[in-house]
């Protein structure tokens, strides 16, 4: 792969005129990207812009039609992950590449097992595995604790680890904060730029705006796989320059308003909800009204609304829907009467990656599209893909192709449709734009406030204050488990009210 050669003003990565083909699609249209050493680098986009496979191209899984790849200025070849992880690459996903059921110093020397007279040296390993956990803040952590019982934000540093263990010159992080909570991101952002002063440089990719404000140092952004304008320093641009040149338009209005919409009657009712993450919860909502559920990590919230739905089991509490008295035991009773959820975890809770949205689209109403003798008519369920993928706006309108191969945001549009065509009544969004760039938002608020507009009744779990502020009517606050307070969202209230109901106070 040969040999480097050093000093500060040559870039650490320049990669020039790079083009990767997939059948009938140009992925990367001579893209340039250029890191320097010791810099945050932002690399932003909308799905579907490029990122993922440049990312790929980066570290040998894709290989390029056309263009250069340089390492501190000496023409490379990159042809596998391991070459690209001796140069110093590392890369920490979006969905973690980690083994559950093994430990951590077993996951973290996964293949870089550390060996003496040709056995593991596993002495060396957690002697290695310890200094590199203190580092990223983990050292109440066992290193033989298996992944399985650390949260999600232990398991992202975890990951940082590694890479720090492997003394990796270029970390670069695919939306690292995406599952994290304030307090989570706030160590992370401090960390990035603690490595990024000892020299260590970091390609980071996010969709939230203001990390990659706090954090970076250059940026350049993606569009339809070629560069949009110049990479440019962050102390140079706004968030709404930056948002122009991903999607190509300004977003006048980053949470749009709602026409003609009549707030009615009160459709569900849920009174003294407990089970073993929460406590005592009673709220309701109406139809036309969008209801925002927040919380920090560990308040409860995605557990509560599980066991709405029938995910998980309630201790004890009463569901009123429509005046009655209903008994959800299981998802499909809570389907029955209308209710449904659009999990934070769409890809193994929401879809079946491996099959066609035409599939996933029809899989819970199936018995609408069958004839008078029994059978599936599929011309009907193509129709009504293709009837509901119009309004989605879903991207491409490809009913045979499979949903893995579908963005995020039209990931989560497939999710919806599913759940319009079984005809509900009441959508319960949790995390509705995670990991969904900032166009796909908008067009997913979009969708949510023609629901609404139609006598739809949302309820929105979200982790950010701003979505909630943004678009909710009310808003219900927990913290550990329990209801802080439930508040009229009439702007009298704005995100430090909220977080002190978040944090236990009071108003």
Request: with cysteine; aromatic share 4%.
């Amino acid at each position: 792969m040969g040999e480097t050669r050093s000093g500060t003003d040559v870039p650490l990565l320049e990669m020039r005129g790079i083009t990767k083909v997939f059948p009938g699609v140009v992925a990367l249209d001579n893209v340039n990207l250029t890191v320097k050493q010791g810099e945050v680098h932002l690399l932003l986009g909308e799905n579907g812009a490029g990122k993922s496979t440049l990312i790929k191209t980066i570290i040998g899984i894709n290989k390029p039609e056309g263009g250069e790849i340089f390492w501190l200025g000496q023409l490379m070849k990159i042809h596998s992950l391991k070459d690209a992880y001796e140069l110093g690459i590392s890369v920490i996903y979006q969905e973690l590449s980690n083994i559950p059921c093994l430990s951590i110093v077993e996951n973290m020397y996964l293949g870089f097992e550390k060996r003496k007279n040709g056995l593991i040296d596993w002495k060396k390993q957690r002697v290695c595995a310890r200094k590199a956990l203190d580092r990223v803040g983990l050292s109440d952590i066992d290193v033989d604790t298996p992944m399985e019982k650390l949260g999600m934000g232990q398991r992202q540093l975890v990951e940082i680890a590694m890479a720090i263990d492997r003394k990796a010159k270029l970390i670069i992080m695919d939306e690292p904060t995406s599952s994290l909570g304030r307090s989570e991101i706030d160590f992370l952002m401090e960390l990035m730029l603690e490595l990024n002063r000892e020299g260590v440089s970091i390609l980071f990719i996010t969709h939230k705006l203001d990390e990659a404000k706090r954090v970076g140092t250059r940026v350049t952004v993606l569009r339809n796989g070629k560069n949009s304008g110049a990479t440019m320093s962050v102390k140079d641009v706004t968030e709404e320059d930056i948002i122009q040149m991903m999607v190509g338009r300004t977003l006048e209005e980053k949470y749009p308003k709602r026409k003609n919409v009549r707030i009615g009657k009160e459709i569900l009712r849920c009174q003294g909800l407990c089970a073993d993450k929460f406590d005592k919860i009673s709220f309701a909502v109406k139809e036309g009204e969008m209801l925002g559920i927040f919380g920090l990590i560990g308040a409860g919230r995605t557990e509560l609304v599980r066991a709405i739905f029938g995910a998980d089991p309630l201790a004890t509490g009463n569901l009123i829907f429509n005046g009655e008295e209903i008994e959800v035991k299981r998802p499909r009773d809570a389907i029955r009467q209308g209710v449904v959820l659009i999990t934070e975890n769409r890809k193994e809770e929401g879809l079946i990656l491996i099959h066609n949205v035409i599939e996933n689209g029809t899989i819970v109403p199936l018995e609408k599209f069958q004839n008078k003798l029994g059978f599936i008519d599929n011309k009907k369920r193509l129709a009504a893909i293709e009837e509901y993928g119009q309004e989605l706006n879903l991207r491409p309108m490809q009913p045979e192709k499979l949903a893995m191969n579908f963005s995020g945001g039209n990931q989560q549009k497939i999710v919806i449709m599913k759940w319009l065509i079984s005809g509900a009544k009441v959508f319960i969004f949790d995390e509705p734009t995670k990991g969904v760039d900032v166009g796909a938002k908008v067009e997913i608020y979009n969708i949510m406030n023609r629901l609404l507009e139609n006598g739809a009744s949302i309820i929105m779990v979200s982790s950010e204050i701003d979505e909630i502020l943004g678009m909710s009517d009310r808003v219900m606050v927990m913290y550990e488990g329990k209801q802080t307070g439930i508040v009229k969202n009439d702007g009298s209230i704005g995100e430090e009210e909220i977080l002190t109901l978040a944090t236990g106070g009071t108003l």
